[in-house]
């Protein structure tokens, strides 16, 4: 059973549309992430949360808002979407917010036509 | 800035052979530290981390190495299999956990 799992796993959209990124951890974490790979598998945080709670936010375009409606949930909303947002998506639950290592899920492929 | 970075983008061994995959960090602060394994199509995976209050330590085939001094890690695989190909991150961690850029590992059979 997929311990952190995010839906879909592959989007393909056209610029100006608005899409959302669901994730679900069943692992009783605390502390939800999403993160951005590009094409050059860099790997940087966006957002994350402790307890429905934001706790960071990095320099990301407010087009970009999460939602945590509980501690399982971190969901990922997109508005206007822009061909740069193209990239794989990846959310990651950790047991606690410092010195833990993160468990991700297998990514979100967004492709934005 | 913060930044962590790889030494070589690219490391191709034989396998049966031991890899050595290296990552330089810059944030003294960070006090926590992990390796993560990329396999294609999927998340990354925890390997093994390790404290700033350790220099070593060893899992399965594989062992970490923390050099404060020169901010220095390290990741060794010993008999590296054909399993072993992916990509790997080094990652730091203070209050947020950041990558470094990756390593790709080929093994050769």
């Known amino acids: 059973d997929t311990a952190v799992s995010q839906t879909p796993k592959y989007l393909v959209t056209q610029m100006g549309n608005d899409k959302s990124i669901k994730c679900e951890q069943n692992?009783?974490?605390?502390?939800m992430y999403w993160y951005k790979q590009d094409s050059k598998k860099f790997l940087k945080i966006m957002f994350s949360y402790n307890n429905k709670e934001l706790i960071i936010n990095e320099t990301v375009p407010n087009r970009f808002s999460p939602k945590s409606p509980d501690k399982a949930h971190l969901n990922l909303h997109i508005n206007s979407l822009e061909l740069g947002d193209s990239a794989v998506y990846f959310c990651a639950s950790s047991q606690d917010r410092n010195n833990s290592p993160l468990h991700f899920g297998n990514g979100t492929r967004l492709t934005v036509t | 800035g913060e930044s962590v970075g790889l030494h070589l983008p690219t490391l191709s061994v034989q396998e049966g052979d031991n890899s050595i995959i290296n990552c330089a960090y810059s944030?003294?602060?960070?006090?926590?530290f992990i390796w993560y394994k990329q396999e294609s199509g999927k998340g990354p995976q925890f390997i093994i981390d390790i404290r700033s209050n350790m220099d070593k330590r060893q899992g399965q085939r594989v062992t970490v190495l923390l050099n404060k001094t020169v901010k220095h890690l390290s990741l060794q695989i010993a008999a590296t299999q054909p399993g072993d190909s992916a990509v790997y991150f080094c990652a730091e961690s203070d209050f947020k956990t950041i990558f470094g850029a990756g390593t790709r590992l080929f093994v050769k059979a």
């Open positions: 944030n003294s602060a960070s006090d926590y």
């Open positions: 692992l009783g974490h605390d502390t």
